[in-house]
């Protein structure tokens, strides 16, 4: 099992731009979770799912969309891109315990 | 207020010299208490679930305790490659999808 994969590791965004962040898990789970790291602050939960077709906000949705057409992908998309979302993005899947497995992160900078 | 703090931010120790890392938590019911370990340039590693004060997890050199307020993460004789940051997270009893992550302890192990 390859476990949860992200791309791309590393982007460069312009203000105003937009993007996808891809996730892919291959272990069957039900629950899929992004998550923004920023130096000392801890990871925040951007959106999750609990299932294909079901999403929900997190503690930071602003700027953000996601959609869960599969059990295996939840991309993460950035609508018109600001300097604030610069930040390593995580994605994590669990089978419905409390072990969260997490996908190696994506650095985005917006300049 | 929901919170989750974690001491020290930093820790530096020589190869064989034992400390404890310390998790806070102050939440209106707790499901579980969770230990990561983050390598630099990657995703968090799970380590650890503690459901309840008094419960007690070991692997290898590191052993995690539960109070009623807190979680002490003990390193006994590290080595050098137990350097990396260590991310305490909370999970809630009424809402399973709701996690918060401590902002972590880098710590050191000097050869």
């Known amino acids: 099992n390859a476990g949860v994969t992200q791309t791309p590791k590393f982007r460069i965004l312009k203000i105003g731009q937009s993007m996808t962040l891809q996730c892919t898990q291959d272990m069957n789970h039900n629950y899929m979770y992004w998550y923004r790291q920023d130096p000392g602050m801890g990871l925040k939960l951007i959106y999750y799912s609990v299932g294909a077709g079901i999403t929900d906000k997190g503690e930071v949705p602003n700027g953000y969309n996601v959609s869960r057409s599969t059990t295996e992908d939840f991309p993460l998309r950035l609508e018109l891109a600001a300097p604030s979302q610069t930040s390593v993005y995580f994605c994590?899947?669990?089978?419905?315990?409390?072990?969260?497995?997490f996908g190696p992160g994506t650095r985005l900078t917006v300049l | 207020e929901d919170q989750v703090t974690q001491s020290p931010e930093a820790l530096r120790l020589q190869e064989g010299e034992s400390s404890s890392l310390n998790c806070s938590y102050t939440v209106s019911g707790l499901r579980g208490l969770f230990w990561y370990r983050q390598d630099p340039g990657k995703g968090p590693e799970f380590l650890f679930t503690?459901?309840?004060a008094g419960e007690e997890k070991e692997k290898e050199r590191l052993k995690a305790t539960l109070t009623k307020k807190e979680s002490f993460l003990h390193i006994t004789a590290p080595k050098p490659e137990d350097s990396a940051t260590y991310l305490c997270?909370?999970?809630?009893?009424?809402?399973?999808?709701?996690?918060?992550f401590g902002p972590g302890t880098s710590l050191s192990v000097i050869p």
């Open positions: 503690l459901y309840s």
């Open positions: 994590a899947s669990t089978l419905g315990t409390d072990t969260q497995y």
């Open positions: 997270a909370v999970g809630f009893k009424t809402s399973y999808d709701k996690v918060i």
